[in-house]
């Protein structure tokens, strides 16, 4: 699955940036579509994911500020970052998935400045 992340960029704290991911198959036939992000000289982590019945999972520092989701329009995978933190700056990647292969999209940078 081919991937490409978009929607990064510079925002204050308390603002908002919605990220998308478009994939080269119907992302409502792709396992487990996630979003991490790496923070400067940390490891990556998992920011949240979205099944392919909906089931949608978030790390416990972003829930209720973000929201991942599926546009079936767009074919793309968006997440939705509200109320954006110091702290959530990182270059943000998605994830596509299957039975026996994953893919990950180029990354696309966010900066939150305080």
């Known amino acids: 699955v081919q991937l490409q992340a978009s929607g990064g960029g510079s925002v204050q704290a308390g603002g908002s940036l919605t990220l998308s991911c478009a994939a080269s198959r119907s992302v409502f036939n792709i396992n487990v579509m996630e979003w991490h992000r790496q923070a400067p000289g940390e490891q990556r982590e998992l920011v949240a994911s979205?099944?392919?019945?909906?089931?949608?999972s978030y790390r416990e520092a972003v829930k209720g500020r973000f929201t991942i989701a599926r546009d079936a329009a767009k074919n793309t995978v968006d997440l939705q970052m509200n109320n954006l933190k110091p702290e959530d700056t990182g270059v943000y990647y998605c994830?596509?998935?299957?039975?026996?292969?994953?893919?990950w999209g180029q990354g696309t940078l966010v900066t939150v400045s305080s």
């Open positions: 994830h596509s998935v299957l039975i026996g292969r994953d893919d």
């Open positions: 979205i099944g392919i019945g909906g089931d949608t």
